[in-house]
């Protein structure tokens, strides 16, 4: 079964600009969620999205926003890149509809803003 | 509020020796749901392990072994006979019900170095 997959693995964009990353959770999976990783705040949830809703959202400004497609695909968008949000952008999945279950990761987006 | 606590930052060892990972968590939740992590250089997060609020029987694979004990709130992670293989930073999340679904409070993560 594969697992989570997330494209591109990395990636080196400018101030101002944008950046859409995407995310495939493993099949059957229909919850996606995104999180943020950076060394000076460790991991910091995004957003989560079920059935193509978004049903859970962190403290991030307006700049970050995401979407779900019907085939649970998702993806996340960055606009006006700043300096800090270098980080890695790791995807997780899960069969969703019930608390506690196992949220399964992919091999994440590095991000240089640069 | 919800929180995960794991006051070792980093941890070295000689391989073969036993080390545990400490993670303490809060929540005002009655069900809630605790997790390891383990993340290589690659960046992905691989799942070790999850455990329930209500099961807290010990469990152990392999080398791995995890001590859950809610009056203390922790859920310890021990590696016993450490091997180089298992150098990475370790998280400790934790999800409840307060916090909706599909996502994870996660501990600052401890970074672990076994040298051979």
């Known amino acids: 079964k594969a697992g989570v997959t997330q494209t591109p693995r990395y990636l080196i964009k400018t101030r101002g600009q944008q950046v859409t990353l995407s995310c495939s959770p493993i099949?059957?999976?229909?919850?996606v969620s995104w999180y943020q990783q950076t060394p000076g705040q460790g991991l910091q949830f995004l957003f989560e999205?079920?059935?193509?809703?978004?049903?859970n959202k962190g403290n991030f400004p307006g700049r970050f926003s995401g979407r779900q497609f019907s085939n649970s695909r998702s993806e996340m968008n960055v606009s006006t890149l700043e300096l800090g949000d270098s980080a890695l952008y790791l995807c997780a999945s899960s069969p969703g509809q019930l608390s506690g279950n196992t949220i399964y990761f992919g091999e994440g987006s590095w991000l240089t803003v640069v | 509020a919800q929180k995960v606590t794991q006051a070792q930052t980093e941890i070295s060892v000689v391989e073969k020796e036993d080390v545990t990972l400490d993670c303490v968590y809060e929540t005002r939740d009655t069900t809630y749901y605790l997790f390891w992590y383990k993340q290589p250089p690659s960046g992905e997060l691989v799942f070790l392990i999850r455990?329930?609020?209500?099961?807290?029987q010990n469990e152990i694979s392999g080398r791995y072994s995890w001590n859950f004990q809610k009056s203390t709130s922790s859920f310890n992670f021990t590696i016993t006979a450490s091997q180089v293989v298992d150098s990475a930073v370790y998280f400790c999340?934790?999800?409840?019900?307060?916090?909706?679904?599909?996502?994870?409070?996660f501990g600052r993560g401890t970074q672990l170095t076994v040298w051979p």
């Open positions: 999340a934790l999800s409840d019900r307060g916090s909706t679904l599909g996502r994870l409070y």
């Open positions: 999205y079920f059935s193509e809703t978004q049903r």
């Open positions: 099949s059957g999976h229909r919850s």
């Open positions: 455990r329930n609020s209500f099961d807290e």
